[in-house]
């Protein structure tokens, strides 16, 4: 009898120290809901109050190209570009619409400068297009360092110029790979008819759905589309802006070729939407073959 | 439901965790890999896994979820060959403690998400609901008669 009192009272006395143990983590829940529902106010209020001075944070502190680097773009030689062809570049997605403003065909570029492949793109898009016009006020860049191949040597359109009399080039750089806080720091939106068509053409069925909305977006004259890297950011890593500028002319090692390589493919875009001019770009024998292997239907 | 299916459900949510953050971990380190997630407007795991709150001391946030589901994995484990004759408390303080940790860890990136990057990435919050999952089973089965040993 005695014995069956004493385990009845260890088994009230478990019962009770489990009742209380379980009222304890029971407050725990309640506790991390609390904390769930504070946190996102919290953060909802401090991103409301970032936005507002996301103007204030244009922190960035902007590096000039070199004329001797401009230089090494504007310098290729013609037989250089044949030489390089098209071999291994990246060939664009045909949209079919017609983009012009002022008459001249639109190139259009969305990136950002923490992206490493919109870091690799640049290369080749400075290098066509100083073809077909004159760059100004770029700035040197280089692609987050926290990223996949981490700070990627590069340029910056945001704050330069370029002026052409076959095309026109709009060029929108999100953010800089410059961190304010937590995040990049923002730059540049795009106009509502630059994010009309980036939710248009960036999306299926033009690409698939997993690549829907990636950077760099280039759009040459409405028609041809690239969405992500011409080619991998890989190349470019562990030299400098005026060490890759300087095989340009040559187009000695595999950054120039690549480089140069999609240059002509983007070339051969801008010669398809702007009636074939400059003639001496035009008619090279490279580029009307690459221009005949365009692609001419939506995919 | 029994201490033992209560266990099992712990396995079977790390493993799902697991799983996510294997795909995460994938996608930081192979650029082949396509990224199944919207990136256009407030959903972007794009920008997201790419943003410097995607790293801690140099480590992808994606490679410590995978191995914050490995330990809980095999806490969840040994709960459940233990838990045929109760949880050993010493068990118990640490799947509670761990998980806990998830939960603290949870706040700071739903925090950074929102305040910081201004984008969600599903994959991101489908995993801080596994943490909070987990901590509610953890709580949900320390109330089960059979939780502590005879």
């Known amino acids: ?299 | 439901m029994t201490l033992r299916s209560y266990g099992h459900l712990r396995v079977a949510l790390t493993v799902i965790g697991f799983a996510i953050a294997a795909y995460l971990t994938l996608l930081h380190y192979d650029s082949s890999v396509p990224l199944a997630c919207g990136s256009g407007g407030v959903i972007n795991c794009e920008t997201v896994l790419s943003s410097p709150a995607s790293m801690v001391l140099g480590v992808p946030v994606a490679v410590w979820g995978l191995l914050w589901f490995v330990v809980a994995f095999v806490l969840a484990l040994m709960w459940t060959r233990a838990s045929g004759g109760g949880e050993p408390p010493h068990l118990r303080a640490a799947g509670l403690a761990w998980t806990l940790v998830g939960t603290a860890t949870v706040l700071w990136l739903v925090y950074q998400e929102i305040a910081e990057i201004g984008r969600i990435c599903i994959w991101c919050t489908a995993i801080h609901l596994l943490v909070l999952a987990l901590l509610v089973v953890e709580v949900r089965a320390d109330q089960r008669p059979e939780a502590t040993g005879p």
């Not at chain 1, 385990?7 to 809901?33: P, T």
């Not at chain 1, 109050?49 to 000039?64: H, L, M, W």
């Not at chain 1, 001797?68 to 079919?96: H, L, N, Q, R, Y």
């Not at chain 1, 939407?273 to 490279?286: I, R």
């Open chain 1, 1 to 299: 009898m005695a014995r069956d009192k004493t385990r009845d009272k260890r088994k009230a006395r478990r019962a009770r120290a489990r009742r209380q143990r379980s009222g304890s983590l029971n407050w725990v829940l309640v506790v991390v809901a609390v904390a769930l529902v504070a946190t996102v106010v919290v953060a909802v209020k401090h991103r409301g109050a970032a936005s507002g001075d996301a103007a204030a944070q244009q922190t960035v502190k902007p590096r000039p190209v070199s004329d001797a680097v401009m230089k090494d773009f504007e310098s290729i030689p013609a037989a250089t570009w044949s030489a390089v062809g098209t071999v291994d570049a990246t060939p664009p997605v045909f949209v079919g619409d017609s983009l012009a403003a002022g008459g001249k065909p639109v190139v259009l570029y969305i990136g950002a400068g923490y992206c490493p492949y919109c870091a690799a793109a640049r290369w080749s898009m400075i290098a066509s297009l100083s073809r077909f016009g004159t760059f100004s006020g770029l700035t040197l860049e280089e692609s987050s360092s926290v990223d996949v191949y981490p700070s990627t040597p590069t340029f910056s359109f945001y704050g330069g110029h370029y002026t052409s009399q076959y095309i026109d080039l709009e060029t929108v750089e999100l953010a800089s790979s410059v961190i304010v806080g937590n995040h990049y720091q923002a730059l540049e939106k795009p106009t509502a008819a630059q994010q009309a068509l980036l939710d248009k053409y960036d999306a299926p069925p033009y690409l698939a759905k997993a690549f829907a909305g990636g950077i760099p977006f280039i759009l040459v004259g409405g028609r041809y589309m690239w969405s992500g890297s011409p080619f991998s950011p890989e190349v470019l890593a562990h030299h400098s802006q005026a060490d890759i500028a300087a095989t340009l002319p040559t187009g000695s090692g595999s950054a120039a070729q690549l480089i140069l390589a999609n240059g002509n493919q983007f070339t051969a875009a801008i010669c398809a939407v702007d009636g074939s001019q400059p003639a001496e770009v035009c008619s090279d024998p490279t580029i009307r073959r690459a221009m005949a292997a365009l692609p001419h239907k939506v995919p």
